[in-house]
Structures are given as structure tokens and as C-alpha cells.
């Protein structure tokens, strides 16, 4: 839904795109992704050089159409779920840069670290998270960049046109580094710290429960008292186990009238 609604949110602030809007450079991104035609790229480009609108070169006017191209690019909802997929499916936690060299769990780090996505396990990229936290290490997350770029270039370059193709490569490559994978990846990261935390704090609740449930002292059958006045005294009696055996409320200081 996020991907779906992402082309229509208002607050959406992207000064490239904004900018190459209102220097008039959208018919020339529509005709670099219509990819039809005949004429070099910095011939068709001079139509919209425009000194009042600050496109002053060939360069500033190509410039400003890469910008909305990619900008379209990265809010296709079909690319940014594939592309949220596949790094899901084959990204990797890279190797980890060491910061403090004199720590030692940088090599246990490297070790674990080196991960496919789909397959880490929570408990380890919760400690990834508490190592960067504390400078130990830097971690980010690797995709498969050539899948991606594969996927792009077939979606978007339909046509074999040497006048286009080069700079739909080049919007390609600017829209995924700049827009899509930073977002894609904090998605990722935190999906990732999510599960983590609800994962460890089912184990920290099954650990503590059979804390609670271990016998108060071994071998002996004990008495628990809780004293109250309003309530009552609450009292328990546990075998050697730690079976509870019988509990009962008790009113030692109750009045007499």
C-alpha cells in the first residue's frame, strides 16, 4: 500500500524533481522514455535550453530530465516491490568494517554477519544492531545489484535505440542508488529490527517464566506468604519440585466486630 500511494503523497518534497518541473523539462524526459527518436539526445535537448529558466546548456536540460525520469522510476509500486523482494530474497548483510581494532568480536562479527537476509537469524542482527550502537562495527545491507539492474533495464528500455538508451541506463542507475535503495533498505532494516525485538522478547518471557517456576529452595517444601491487611495475606505452598500445592487467602488481622 505504502509503494501504491507513495506517487500521491503531499508531503513528498523532492527538489530535483520539483526543480526540472518548472524549468519545462517533463516533455523531454517523456521523450527520452518514449525512445523513438531519430535525432542525437543533445540535438533534441537544445529546444529547451531557456536562460530565464536557468537551463542554460545542453547538459543542464539532459540533467533535468534524468531527475524526473528517475524520480518515476523509484514511485513504480511494480519495481519497488520486486525490487523490495529480490533484496529481501538475495541481499546480504555485507562484511562488517571494523571500527574499534582492539575489539575481538570482530572476527565473530565477519563470521555471522555474512548472511543472506531471508535466512538471518533475529538473534544475530539484534546483536549486529547493539554492536554498531556501541561503534564496534558498521554494517549495511548488499543486493544482488545486477539482478536489479537486469530487471530495471528489461521493464524500462524497450526499445533498441542508441539515441536513448544510454541515458535511460544512467536514469536507471540514479534512480536505485539515490531513491530506491535507501528506502528499500530502511524498510528492510526495520522489518528486520521488528521481528528481532518481538522474537526476543518471546524468549525473554520463556526464560523468565521458567525462572519463576524454578523450586525457591531445593529439596524443601516451602511456605510463601504475601502479607496485606485490606486483601488478606496470600499464602502458597510448594513441593521440592516447585508443583504448587495448595494456596489459600488468610485475614490474621481482621477485626473482631
Request: net charge positive; proline share 5%; with cysteine.
Amino acid at each position: 500500500m505504502e509503494d501504491l500511494y507513495r506517487p500521491y503523497k503531499q508531503e513528498k518534497n523532492v527538489p530535483e524533481l520539483m526543480i526540472a518541473k518548472e524549468k519545462g523539462l517533463e516533455p523531454l524526459a517523456n521523450l527520452i522514455l518514449l525512445q523513438m527518436t531519430k535525432e542525437p539526445l543533445e540535438k533534441e535537448a537544445e529546444a529547451f535550453i531557456n536562460e530565464e529558466k536557468d537551463v542554460k546548456t545542453v547538459e543542464d536540460a539532459l540533467k533535468g530530465a534524468n531527475d524526473i525520469i528517475a524520480e518515476r522510476i523509484a514511485d513504480d509500486a511494480e519495481y519497488r516491490t520486486w525490487i523490495r523482494k529480490a533484496t529481501w530474497d538475495h541481499g546480504k548483510n555485507s562484511h562488517p568494517q571494523r571500527r574499534n581494532q582492539k575489539n575481538l568480536l570482530y572476527l565473530r562479527c565477519i563470521m555471522i554477519l555474512k548472511n543472506r537476509l531471508k535466512r538471518l537469524q533475529d538473534t544475530v542482527f539484534l546483536r549486529s544492531i547493539a554492536e554498531k550502537k556501541e561503534g564496534i562495527l558498521q554494517v549495511k545491507i548488499e543486493p544482488d545489484m545486477q539482478k536489479i539492474a537486469s530487471y530495471l533495464a528489461r521493464k524500462i528500455i524497450t526499445r533498441k535505440n542508441p539515441n536513448t538508451t544510454k541515458a535511460l541506463f544512467a536514469a536507471i542507475e540514479d534512480s536505485y542508488k539515490r531513491l530506491i535503495a535507501p528506502s528499500i533498505e530502511r524498510d528492510i532494516r526495520n522489518e528486520l529490527t521488528e521481528n528481532a525485538s518481538t522474537e526476543a522478547i518471546k524468549v525473554f518471557g520463556k526464560n523468565l517464566a521458567q525462572l519463576l517456576m524454578q523450586p525457591p529452595i531445593a529439596g524443601q517444601v516451602v511456605l510463601g506468604w504475601d502479607p496485606a491487611f485490606r486483601t488478606g495475606c496470600k499464602l502458597a505452598v510448594v513441593d521440592a519440585t516447585g508443583k504448587v500445592l495448595d494456596t489459600v487467602v488468610i485475614y490474621p488481622t481482621a477485626t473482631t466486630e
